[in-house]
């Protein structure tokens, strides 16, 4: 350790006097103008920077050697490739610097050596994994906070082996280096694995230090409530590294309706189905399989359980093995489907010729997904707080609660119409919006350089004028919002008889103000543009539908028209 400390800190130490140099006599060692290169800095504070990750997680390597096998009532398997693994890690921890410079044109001989080396490292680093697995296995486990804090050491640590080796690939790098993949990454190393191994190895010699024992209660709090927060915090950072997100950065790019979506349905929906499938699991082992459902079988609290257990044991069978080959087979026929699925539904990539004039802006998830895509596109953005957070807990939460508020009765859905109903409701909610994220009305169909003409239909008897404003139609591209016989966007209304239910007047401001989804184009637009496209505007009325009236300056009209009262004002 020491040999590694001397030898990694040298070159930082080197490169810190060049630097006081080039700050203060000029010597232009890192002055790319001058002919330095900042390059060589790269090189410099990696050659240390990476082996200090190492100097920091071999005391933790050697933290979990001395817990584990006290834990696990065994002795450590493979002591001496354990020892010949960190000897291995402290040489090629060494070597293997540039893989944080991929992008800075090493060239091909230079990141294959780095991309070769880094990978070796990660076999010492296997091989260690490995002796501590084989060491638990088999072992009288004790479950103390030490014990604990360990196996969340290897889980994590894992995870940041995994991800070390994804980022080893030069082209994988030269994609997401410098990204909040890497920040996750690095994060495992330091906290998952540096941080959970200190934590377990003060949990472990605290006693032999003070001669007094910690709370067991609370160091478990302690590590469940760090492993949920550490995961909840770090683990997200994969997902929008994976999409492009910069790393040193002060605002979020994916935006906060992405992010809180991620943290919902990444963590928090996928934490409440396991685990109520944990509790539903529980709930089997100690009181066995719920029986079914028959019309005019009350279910009753108080004498439930006593009419289970007689109905079990005049008609039940043992699961095993007269029942398991049922849930066999039907575990079975959803793999098959699932299988199926994925084989007749994707993934889909890109297909055909690269085409620069296809501008696509709505991108849509998987099919299973699009509901979801079509709440969030209808949501207000006040509302994002309620409805991605609160209501989703307050629905769980009454689910929860209605088995214990409503739980007697009738179970068999022909005596339960309300539940029916609900079901019904949800059903026809979901198709509806799963049908609605297919073709997205609410985006924009975007032909930027096509700009597709105004029919010749909408331009027979008119004036020059107003086919002048169909012009400014085309080139504003209002089609993509809005449609004109049947083609062009769902965004806006159609326009095939907007003269029928707007003014001239209210057309106008509607152009120049905006309102609801259509932004204003007042700036947009100059005055000779847009009488032209108001006066084309007030020819569209259907199939000859009437022009639009004002209804407040009918009734002003008419005021005027009545002859004064004796006697008024």
């Not at 070769?116 to 103390?144: D, E, R, Y």
């Not at 719920?290 to 108080?302: A, F, L």
């Not at 107003?466 to 012009?471: L, Q, T």
């Amino acid at each position: 350790m020491s040999g590694l400390v001397f030898v990694a800190v040298s070159p930082l130490t080197a490169a810190q006097i060049m630097l006081t140099l080039d700050r203060y006599l000029g010597a232009h060692f890192f002055d790319t103008q001058a002919g330095g290169s900042a390059v060589l800095w790269m090189h410099f504070f990696w050659i240390f920077g990476h082996p200090e990750v190492y100097i920091l997680v071999l005391p933790a390597f050697a933290f979990v050697n001395e817990i584990v096998p006290v834990f696990s009532r065994k002795a450590m398997f493979g002591y001496p490739a354990m020892v010949a693994a960190s000897v291995a890690i402290g040489f090629i921890s060494l070597s293997v610097w540039a893989h944080h410079m991929f992008t800075v044109g090493l060239g091909p001989a230079g990141n294959t050596f780095f991309v070769f080396a880094t990978m070796v490292i990660s076999v010492p680093t296997g091989i260690k994994i490995f002796n501590w697995l084989a060491t638990i296995w088999g072992g009288k486990i004790i479950f103390a906070t030490p014990m604990k804090f360990c196996i969340g050491f290897l889980f994590q640590f894992l995870i940041a082996g995994l991800t070390g080796i994804m980022l080893s690939a030069a082209p994988f790098d030269w994609q997401l280096g410098n990204s909040y993949f890497v920040v996750a990454h690095f994060h495992y190393v330091l906290v998952g694995a540096i941080i959970f191994s200190l934590f377990g190895a003060f949990y472990y010699w605290y006693p032999k230090v003070t001669g007094r024992l910690m709370s067991e209660r609370l160091g478990t709090l302690h590590f469940w409530l760090f492993l949920i927060g550490f995961h909840l915090t770090f683990d997200f950072m994969h997902v929008p590294g994976m999409l492009g997100m910069p790393r040193r950065i002060y605002t979020y790019e994916a935006g906060p309706t992405l992010s809180r979506f991620f943290a919902l349905h990444v963590f928090v929906i996928p934490g409440i189905l396991l685990g109520c499938v944990g509790l539903h699991v529980w709930m089997v082992l100690r009181l066995g399989i719920n029986d079914w459902p028959m019309p005019g079988r009350i279910v009753s609290k108080k004498t439930y359980v006593r009419e289970y257990h007689q109905l079990t044991e005049k008609t039940g069978i043992p699961f095993v093995p007269d029942a398991a080959w049922k849930d066999a087979i039907f575990a079975a026929a959803i793999m098959l489907a699932v299988i199926a699925c994925a084989l007749s539904f994707g993934p889909f990539g890109p297909t055909g010729q690269p085409d620069p004039t296809i501008i696509e802006t709505a991108p849509k998830p998987d099919f299973f997904f699009l509901w979801i895509y079509a709440v969030l596109a209808y949501l207000p953005p006040a509302l994002e707080t309620p409805v991605l957070f609160i209501a989703p807990v307050l629905g769980i939460g009454a689910m929860l609660l209605l088995p214990l508020l409503f739980g007697e009765g009738e179970k068999h859905w022909s005596r339960r119409p309300v539940a029916v109903l609900m079901v019904a409701v949800i059903a026809v909610s979901l198709g509806a919006f799963t049908r609605l994220g297919t073709y997205t009305p609410w985006s924009p169909i975007m032909n930027a350089w096509s700009s597709d003409p105004t029919p010749a239909a909408y331009l027979k008897n008119r004036t020059p004028l107003e086919r002048e404003g169909a012009i400014v139609l085309q080139n504003k591209q209002c089609r993509n919002c809005h449609s004109i016989g049947g083609a062009g966007g769902l965004r806006g209304p159609a326009l095939d008889s907007v003269a029928s239910h707007m003014t001239e007047d209210q057309i106008i401001r509607q152009v120049l103000q905006g309102g609801g989804n259509m932004p204003a184009y007042g700036n947009a637009l100059s005055p000779s543009e847009t009488t032209a496209l108001v006066r084309f505007l007030t020819t569209l009325r259907g199939n000859n539908l009437a022009p639009a009236i004002d209804a407040s300056r009918r009734v002003a009209q008419d005021d005027e028209s009545q002859p004064a009262r004796p006697g008024g004002h």
